[in-house]
């Protein structure tokens, strides 16, 4: 009887080796491929400028991504059966994850020892800017000192002489900490602003710039009370700096920049917008951020007259939008926009707006009505002719809307619009209360699971 029942242990932990030798085999297939893209991409763009000649300039240098988001779509749909597959597999081998259904997170905060491998975080990127690397390449930078007293000649330890240098960095924080900036933190490329295990909070004084680079990932930071800045000298690289003219005041300004990766902040009560993207700025995504208690929340689109920003694609995932904000959620021109799984919880004038025949893809989003009977709608068109906006690709697919919201569809529908508008596939609106519980800066400290 003994003899019986050690073979089927015996054969029972077998097979819980050979299923757990595939499980692994499978996920270390899919980072492979996943760094192999990524590695390619990074060294592809490593001939590129990281920073600008000039800080002060109109125009952008050439850009970091050539892509054609017809292209960017091909890869996309791609990147999502592999993605199906690779889940299917998982399932039918009774793997089961820590997770929440949110994509991010459950890539890397299943692992209590997240603090010893903080680079994971650059393989679990998702939607457009999903190939932004950030320093993931480089050493580590710990910031020591949050002070912002030269910002000609940084003090090293400060946060300003980490972002301005050339090499890769992964950027962390020694402590808690309230950086409060004497003028624009000017980013160099191939910079992870990592908050994880500190609380983090640039605040009171000029906020985040990222122009004319590539490769940036910010994460885990509190940006509020940003003022405008400027006159003055402000260094961008350690062998540059120049003059600044008048900032708005932005939390994070992306101008002609690309692969960027906006993750898990929590913003507010900034002079201008909270995240602004302009002037051929592409490859970008805003996800599991907490926003309030502002106005104008998101610009994606210089103007209706800057046609470089046609070939703008961003996406915009699982993001709370919460208390006191009023419009531009985002506000787009020009491009295209996936805006998937995020929580409006409050509006004051409307969500989604745009000018300029934008493509957005509304799926999988929840959107609940203020009380204000003149404010349920979802959408708006700024200052364009229905005759016009008719015709623009605008669409709400599996979108719950509540307490009177609509959203205002238009244009034909074409597949080919909508595909250069996606970048991963929707979760079902039911989770996006799940999926978006833990947006903002996470309450993340070493030794335990985050």
């Known amino acids: 009887m003994a003899s019986s029942s050690q073979k089927v242990i015996s054969v029972c932990f077998a097979v819980f080796v050979v299923l757990a030798l595939t499980v692994t085999i499978l996920r270390n297939d899919e980072i492979s491929r996943s760094r192999k893209l990524k590695t390619e991409e990074s060294q592809s763009l490593s001939s590129s400028t990281m920073a600008a000649t000039s800080v002060g300039g109109d125009e952008p240098h050439q850009h970091a991504v050539a892509a054609d988001p017809d292209e960017v779509a091909a890869e996309v749909a791609k990147l999502i059966q592999m993605s199906e597959q690779n889940r299917t597999a998982r399932r039918n081998l009774g793997f089961f994850s820590c997770g929440t259904g949110n994509p991010v997170d459950d890539c890397w905060r299943c692992d209590r020892n997240w603090h010893k491998n903080r680079k994971r975080l650059a393989d679990c990127g998702i939607g457009f800017g999903r190939n932004a690397i950030g320093g993931r390449d480089g050493r580590f930078y710990v910031v020591t000192d949050p002070t912002d007293e030269d910002v000609v000649n940084p003090k090293p330890g400060t946060l300003r002489h980490a972002v301005i240098q050339e090499e890769p960095l992964w950027i962390v924080f020694k402590r808690d900490m309230v950086i409060e900036l004497k003028q624009e933190l000017i980013m160099n490329s191939f910079k992870t602003i990592d908050g994880r295990g500190a609380n983090v909070h640039i605040a009171n004084g000029a906020c985040i710039t990222i122009q004319f680079i590539t490769n940036v ?110 419009q531009r959620m985002p506000r787009c021109r020009h491009g295209y926009f996936h805006v998937v799984n995020n929580d409006y919880t409050h509006w004051e004038m409307y969500a989604i707006g745009g000018s300029a025949e934008p493509t957005i893809n509304s799926q999988g989003n929840r959107y609940a009505a203020p009380m204000d009977r003149f404010a349920k709608e979802v959408t708006k068109r700024v200052e364009t002719d229905a005759n016009e906006w008719k015709k623009w690709n605008w669409r709400s697919e599996g979108d719950l809307l509540l307490n009177g919201a609509f959203f205002r569809s238009s244009g034909a529908g074409a597949s080919a619009s909508y595909g250069r508008a996606a970048s991963l596939a929707a979760k079902p609106s039911s989770m996006v209360d799940t999926i978006t519980s833990t947006a903002g800066a996470l309450g993340c400290r070493k030794g335990r699971p985050c």
């Not at 900034?270 to 599991?288: E, H, K, P, Y």
């Not at 926003?291 to 993001?319: C, P, R, W």
Request: aromatic share 8%; hydrophobic share 35%; charged share 15%.
């Open 217 to 326: 990932i910010i994460h885990g930071l509190h940006i509020h009370d940003c003022k405008p800045t400027g006159n003055a000298m402000v260094r961008s690289t350690p062998t540059h700096f120049g003059w600044r003219t008048m900032a708005d005041g932005d939390a994070v300004s992306i101008f002609g920049s690309s692969h960027i990766w906006v993750d898990h902040n929590s913003l507010s009560h900034c002079a201008d917008g909270l995240v602004d993207a302009v002037m051929g700025s592409t490859a970008i995504t805003v996800s599991n951020n907490h926003f309030t208690h502002h106005n104008e929340v998101m610009l994606l689109g210089h103007s209706d007259t800057y046609t470089k920003d046609k070939l703008m694609q961003v996406t915009i995932a699982y993001n709370h939008f919460g208390e006191g904000l009023v």
